[in-house]
């Protein structure tokens, strides 16, 4: 049976752990492809708010299995905490499998990513400095230290022993840092894996023999389109894949598993950090978005910047995920507002963009061009049924889809599970 992925259509922070946690009540395994625990998904069951960062949303449901898969990176001190956390609130966290080939985020991961967006001032990144990005530029030089490798304490200080003699030069001599000391962290690090290895497998072969046995499964992206290392808005975005194609490879499955890809995107946009940002308002309307929205980091709390719905940027992620239908987030947010705008084009440096531009220097010089509609000025969070909806918000959720390409399957009007729409 073929598998689903849910995928960020934006610039992250779409609302993909509630559209996941909806359609993991119906599968076996629900697997992260991608990031670490710089990506936060928030999900709200029966007034109970559950922040995850790094295990799988479908963890929430007892039958579900949750696969962090060999293309995320780990912090081991993190995954232990977030799983402590579940188990006081009665979520059974020995459910949870991890790929033996996931790289590990090391503490000068962490230092050099603070010190790195430090030292680059008005060219920030604008990274979480969990040590994401760090983590994988060893991953692709390759003395990355993997999952793995706790279990073999000579190859595990060997590994530490050569990543150290490069880190602590670059630490004292580039950033006048303090150097990390070897033996504190193989202390520390090794002290974890009695409490891991129960949870490392070849996550590969076990999503293969799920899909072999026609169960469910469900690949779960962090981050968003926008933030792809190579189909983002380089170099503002996250150090790894969270488009369809980083499924395959983050799993270790083949693309032809593939058929339902669901994007989901806000009913407006938002992005945290810096970088680009075509629609974004500065003003009282965006603000209150900001303040309606809750727009605010799960994992940082940093405040987002928000804007009207940008659907040539829709239109980009459709095609390069192949996505096949849409799920709607946070529909309810723009019933307060009594004019609503989507932008259609672009126009820059005197020319007109119906595609999303990959020059920098056009992307930074964008003036959406807009396409006004009626707003509905009404409370929507308590409908339960599309058909239910003000007519204003009917034709808004429609247009949408029109200039997408791609039905919008799913709606959501507010943030628990029971506040979605789904249309057939």
Sequence with gaps: ????????????????????????????????????????????????????????????????????????????????????????RGIDPGRVRVSANAHLIMPYHRKLDAVMERYLGGQRIGTTKRGIGPAYMDKFSRFGIRVQDLFDPKIFRQKLEVALREKNQILTRVYNQLPLDLDEIADEYLGYAPRILPHVTDTSLLVWEALRDGETVLFEGAQGTLLDVDHGTYPFVTS?????????????????????????????????????????????????????????????????RCGWLDAVALRYAVRVNGLTELALTKLDVLSHFETLKIAVAYDSLGERHTEFPRQQRVLYNCVPVYEELDGWVADITGVRR???????????????????GVPVTTVSVGPGRDATLFRS
């Excluded at 752990?17 to 991608?34: N, P, W």
């Excluded at 950090?273 to 940082?300: C, W």
């Excluded at 239910?388 to 997408?404: C, H, Q, S």
Aim: glycine share 14%; charged share 20%; proline share 6%.
């Design 240 to 304: 790894s894949n969270p488009t369809a194609g980083g499924a395959c490879t983050g799993v270790g499955i083949g693309p032809g598993a593939l058929d339902r890809i669901i994007g989901v995107a806000k009913a407006y946009i938002s992005r945290v950090g810096t970088g680009p940002f075509p629609t974004e308002l500065h003003d009282e309307i965006g603000e209150k978005m900001v303040q309606i929205g809750g727009e605010f980091g799960t994992v940082t709390g940093r405040r987002r």
């Design 1 to 88: 049976m073929p598998a689903t992925v849910i995928l960020g259509a934006q610039w992250g922070d779409e609302g993909k752990g509630k559209i996941t946690d909806l359609f993991s009540e119906s599968a076996d395994l629900v697997v992260r492809y991608q990031g670490g625990n710089n990506a936060g998904h928030t999900i709200v069951v029966e007034g109970e708010r559950y922040a995850l960062s790094l295990i799988p949303s479908g963890v929430l449901y007892p039958s579900v299995t949750p696969v962090i898969g060999n293309g995320c990176v780990v912090d081991p001190k993190v995954l232990l905490d977030e799983m402590d956390a579940l188990a006081a």
């Design 386 to 404: 599309y058909e239910d909806l003000p007519a204003a918000a009917r034709r808004y959720v429609e247009r949408v889809e029109e200039l997408a």
